[in-house]
Structure formats: structure tokens, C-alpha cells
């Protein structure tokens, strides 16, 4: 079983920066970012796989960047210029086959970090 436990989550001001980190009992093929606002469905923020190619959602793309750290099996998303609809709390994520923002084809889940901005 893989164990995935988020941090990192926090306030932060419109126009402001925060990183989350996924400390990971071991990497799979896939890892990934997903997040979930009140009343609304979880939706993929970015992936990145073993080989270190990236995968992005169009709403995040040039703001948030995906990286990890192999050695110390870290995953991490930095995030910048952050907006109010950015509010939700975000889950990392874990794949073993392919590499894609479908929460439903994820295999484990961390139980989240919260994360705020405000106006």
C-alpha cells in the first residue's frame, strides 16, 4: 500500500505564493495533484511521471509547476500568482499504468491539504 501525506497548505493574499509537498512511502509510474472546492468534483491540477514528462491543466498552466524529488520520494507543486477560485483542498495522488488528470483512475490518495486565498 502506498502512503501519501500532503503539506504545505495555508492563507494566502491574491497574487500570492505557497508550495505543497506529498511525502510518499515510494513513487509509482504516476504522480499527481488534484484539488476539490466545496460543491464541485475533484479536478486533476498536474501529473508528472517517472521519467519526469509533465502533464497540466489549462487553468494552472504558467502559474503552477510539478516537481519532485526521487531520492528523498517528495513530490511537490509550487504555486504562484494564486487567485480565489483557486481555494480548495488539494489531494496528491498516485497511478500505477498511465499518466492523465482523471481522478477516477488514480489508485491512492493522501487525505489533503488545505488550501485558501483570499481576495
Known amino acids: 500500500q502506498v502512503q501519501l501525506v500532503e503539506s504545505g497548505g495555508g492563507s494566502v493574499e491574491a497574487g500570492g505564493s505557497l508550495t505543497l509537498s506529498c511525502e510518499a512511502s515510494?513513487?509509482?509510474?504516476?504522480m499527481g495533484w488534484f484539488r476539490q472546492a466545496p460543491g464541485q468534483e475533484r479536478e486533476g491540477v498536474a501529473a508528472?511521471?517517472?521519467?519526469?514528462?509533465?502533464w497540466s491543466a489549462d487553468f494552472v498552466r504558467g502559474r503552477f509547476r510539478i516537481s519532485k524529488d526521487n531520492a528523498k520520494s517528495i513530490l511537490y507543486l509550487q504555486m504562484n500568482s494564486l487567485k480565489p477560485e483557486d481555494s480548495a483542498m488539494y489531494y496528491c495522488a498516485a497511478r500505477y499504468n498511465r499518466c492523465d488528470l482523471t481522478a477516477q483512475r488514480y489508485n491512492h490518495w493522501g487525505k489533503g491539504t488545505q488550501v485558501t486565498v483570499g481576495a
Open positions: 508528472i511521471s517517472s521519467g519526469g514528462s509533465t
Open positions: 515510494k513513487f509509482t509510474y504516476c
